[in-house]
């Protein structure tokens, strides 16, 4: 079946339960994608400043022919622009390349501030990330809570954020985060956060839903033996899980046969979502992205079980 359900936010907007994602898609590559999602029916494009790829998006939402206020679209502040004074202009040169006047969900990417640069990766004298230790991001938050009464964002969130900080998030602010996105798959479910974000009324969009290229979890026997009996894609099969679960999951691909069949979901039974579930234990979490060695600072936490492939 096409799966056109939502999830309501807490400020009350509905966000599309299934949507395109679009990192590491190529500015070449994503203009088409896009184009395919949303002829399919996808209504949510999620992207990033840092992807490189805002102004294709913008532009193959503009092309679509479908009107803004049907679309649900995600852009993210980059680690560069968390100085307080930093975030209304780059919130409006997202918006500028996405040819919009709002954006329906404006996230913080990451917790960790850079020194503001021209480049995304600023490197100090000795050729490391320069990260700027002077800008709490509580502060940058703070800044980004007027967003929503500028008309910029509809709903604001983060990603990548852990219990710990999205829990001393929520006791330091206005307007809690709409969403926190993080990667979420049978081999990293992390069910304490989803549980945590879950009571307190944040909702879980999960990326790398389906693992990663070439993962092995589309060839786990149980999702296999799913996917033959419900005559779907192993695809279908843990997005149609992620979704039960009550995240929102944003599949990337630019392949137009798997962008459409990835919106073709299928119904779960409790036995098949309680086998995925049980699937998920047996397996030690390994997170695919933690550039915690590479910008040299830990992310998540040295107690965080990781076994980053990154």
């Known amino acids: 079946m096409s799966f056109g359900a939502t999830f309501k936010l807490n400020n009350g907007i509905h966000m599309p339960a299934l949507g395109l994602g679009s990192w590491q898609s190529k500015p070449n590559e994503v203009y088409d994608a896009v184009l395919v999602a949303i002829k399919a029916g996808y209504r949510h494009i999620d992207t990033a400043y840092v992807y490189r790829n805002e102004k294709e998006v913008g532009l193959a939402i503009k092309n679509s022919g479908v ?9 993210k502040l980059w680690n560069t622009s968390h100085r307080p004074d930093l975030v209304q202009s780059a919130i409006d040169t997202s918006l500028q390349n996405l040819q919009l006047d709002y954006v329906d969900l404006y996230l913080m990417h990451w917790h960790v501030a850079f020194e503001p640069s021209k480049s995304n990766f600023p490197k100090d004298k000795n050729g490391h990330i320069a990260l700027d230790l002077t800008t709490d991001y509580l502060d940058t938050y703070a800044a980004m809570e007027n967003l929503i009464e500028l008309g910029k964002a509809r709903a604001i969130g983060v990603s990548n954020f852990n219990i710990d900080k999205i ?3 929520l006791k330091n602010c206005k307007i809690p985060p709409a969403v926190n996105q993080v990667e979420l798959h049978p081999y990293f479910s992390q069910p304490d956060l989803v549980e945590f974000c879950q009571k307190n009324g944040v909702h879980v969009t999960a990326y790398s839903p389906l693992g990663s290229t070439g993962s092995p979890v589309m060839e786990e026997p149980l999702v296999l033996e799913i ?4 005559q779907a894609t192993p695809a279908q099969v843990l997005l149609s899980w992620g979704i ?3 995240c929102s999951v944003i599949p990337k691909s630019v392949t137009p046969s798997r962008i459409i069949s990835n919106f073709q979901l299928i119904e779960l039974n409790d036995q098949d979502f309680e086998s995925l579930d049980a699937l998920t234990k047996t397996k030690t979490p390994q997170r695919l992205l933690d550039p915690s060695y590479i910008w040299g600072t830990d992310i998540y936490g040295s107690s965080n079980n990781n076994n980053s492939k990154l």
């Open 67 to 75: 009107p803004r206020e049907e679309l649900f679209v995600t852009t």
């Open 244 to 246: 039960r679960r009550g």
């Open 167 to 169: 829990d001393r998030l």
């Open 227 to 230: 996917a033959k009996r419900h």
